[in-house]
Structure formats: C-alpha cells, structure tokens
C-alpha cells in the first residue's frame, strides 16, 4: 500500500480540468496539503446541480446553488474551457489559446445530464433557473419524461411544493430508478408518488420527445409508444448522461471508449499514460456516476498524487469502498435512502442530510464560504 503522504506535493506543478463535486474535493484536499495545483473549469462557480431538482421548482432556492470559486481557490483557480491536451508536451491549451503546462494531469470533467447543463456566470445560472421557476408555477400539467433517480426527485418537489398541479411520470424502464435497484427501494419510492398523487408510467416511451421543448410552458400533447396521450402544460426532461469529453477528446481519443469515457486502470490512471489520472463521471470505472462516489475516488487520486510523488507504489480503487446504493430527496420532508447491500436507512436521515437543504450548507461550508439567506 502507498503512504499517502504528502510530503514535495509543492514540488509538482499538478492540474486538475474540471471543478465540479470531484474536482473540488481534490483541490480542497490539495490545498490543506499545500500543494502546487491550478483548477481549471469554464464556469466561474460550482453549480450545485444536486439540488436542481430544487432550484427549478422552488422560488429563491436557485442562490444556494452556486458557489463561487475564486474565494476558495484563489490564484489556484482558472477559469476557461479546456480545447487540447497534449501528453508529449504536458500541455493543455484553453480555449482563448493561452497554453498550461502541469506534471501531473488529473481529469474530472464530469458529464452531461439532467439539470447539468446550466452553465454561464452565478448570475446567469441563478436567472435561468429563475425563469424555469416561473414557468413551472404557470403550469398545472406538468409531465417529467424519464423517471431515473433525477426525475423521481423533480417529481417529488413539483408535488410538494405544489400538491394541486397535475404531475405525470413517464419511464421507459421496466422499473424507476435503474435496473439495479432492489424491488424494495423501488417500492418506496413508488408508495410515497403515489401519496403525493403522481401518476407514474412505466415501460412507455415518448415518441415525440424531440418536437417538445424543456422547461417551456406551452400547450403540448405527449405521445407515447403504447399510444398513450398526455396533456402538458410543461415538459421536464429528465434523461441521459454522457461525459463531458470535450475538454479531451482532442489528444486522448485513442484512450476513450465508445460513449466516450476515458479508461483507467485500477489506480484512476488513464491506460497506457503516465501522470495522468481520471475519475467520476468522465472515467468508465463501473460504480455509479454519483458526486459521492465522485469525492471517494478524489480522495484516491489524492493519496495517488502524493504516492507518485513520492515514488511509493499506487493504492487501487476498491469498489467496497461505495457503501451507499442512492440516497433520494423526495421534496424537502421525504426520502430514501439504500445501503449497497439493499438495507434501506430510516428516512429521518435521508431527510436530515439531504432533503431539507439538498445539502447546500455542507457544500457551502465545505467550500469555506457562506450560503446566502
């Protein structure tokens, strides 16, 4: 095993390209260890979309999902969007064409997905979760097409924040949530939609989900293979995630599977490279793409950092180290929460975590900076 220390971590020049939940956790790390690091990202500020689920259903919520990063990080910050990455010459040219050289390269640009795609200043992020907010509380048909763990939980807020509106749950899936779900968890989750009086679809598509426009009220018919017809007064799409491989796939193509991830060996490396490490969404380890496996895996890389450093063997990625199977808000008083091993916890403590604040003060607090009233 590797010592995991973190002596001559300032004498490396490492550079992280992406600040989302595992990006941060790293530079969090690397900053109590004083070491020498830049933290590249194309938005000025983490976008907490954890608790967008939220932020697009609740007035006023949007603010405390957007975290600034340059009080926390400082000079270690920079922001721009990543074009090339050239291994040969170990460096990384943004956008604007400035060149970053580093001598160890760590990748955690995440992916694509539901409530993932915000991007811009705090500003215009806060303003166009403010307009969703608007248009949502226009609306009383309000149809959520995909009903994976992001779509149960805007489901969820809809209902109750506002219990009179009509919520419809349409999912292509033999089950909510994803295949691996137990039958419990997916029991209660369904039991507690329907006391909120969600009516739920399940192992229907929508045919015509491409002639529908997300997050705009209007007046729309959802048609679906098994010739269902549902009015909407707003859509909310809830499905897909693919990896954020723009910032690599020019000059690391060769190392990136077919829907695009990067592989990595049982270190996070990315194979066949050396000094150079990946992980969270954008890597095709097989754990779910979750902040908090997200966070475990930074905190890996971390102790790989300082390994490499110091020439000690590399710790791998164990997958036991995931405990916990999802933790689901269901609205701010509701939850469920499942251990790997399918036990599910008492839902005060799914709640107490995460319902009630969507985990906005930890991430603020974590951050070191304060979350606004």
Partial sequence: MGSGGSSHLEDKHVLIIGAGYGGVQLALTLMKKKANFTIVDQKE??????????????????????????????????????TKIDVETKKVTLEDGTELTYDILVIASGSFGPMKEIEGSCEEIIAKYSKVVEQVKESHDVVVVGGGPVGVEVAAEVATIYPDKKVTVIHGGKQLINPEATNKFVEKVTTLLKDMHVEVLIDDIVENLDEL????????????????????????????????????????????????????????EVEGLKEVFAFG??????????????????????????????????????????????????????????????????????????????????????????IPA
């Fill in 45 to 82: 500020c983490l976008h907490h979309n954890v608790a967008a689920v939220r932020a697009i259903i609740q007035p006023g919520f949007a603010k405390k999902t957007v975290i600034p990063y340059e009080p926390t990080f400082g000079s270690h910050f920079r922001r721009g969007k990543v």
């Fill in 213 to 268: 426009p997300d997050q705009v009220r209007g007046s729309y018919e959802v048609k679906t293979q098994k010739g269902k017809t549902v009015h909407a007064d707003i859509v909310l799409k809830c499905t897909g995630l693919k990896p954020n491989s723009s910032s690599y796939s020019n000059g690391l193509s060769s190392h990136m599977t077919e829907h695009g991830f990067l592989k990595v060996n049982e270190y996070l």
């Fill in 281 to 370: 969404d954008c890597c095709n380890s097989k754990e779910p793409k979750l902040a908090y496996v997200a966070k475990l895996q930074a905190d890996l890389v971390a102790k790989n950092l300082a390994n490499l450093i110091n020439k000690q063997p590399l710790d791998p990625w164990k997958s036991d180290a995931v405990k916990i199977f999802m933790g689901l808000s269901m609205g701010s008083r509701h939850g469920v929460l499942a251990l790997k091993n399918g036990y599910i916890l008492p839902e005060f403590i799914i709640v107490n975590v995460k319902s009630k604040d969507m985990m906005t003060g930890s991430y603020f607090k974590d951050m070191h900076q304060q």
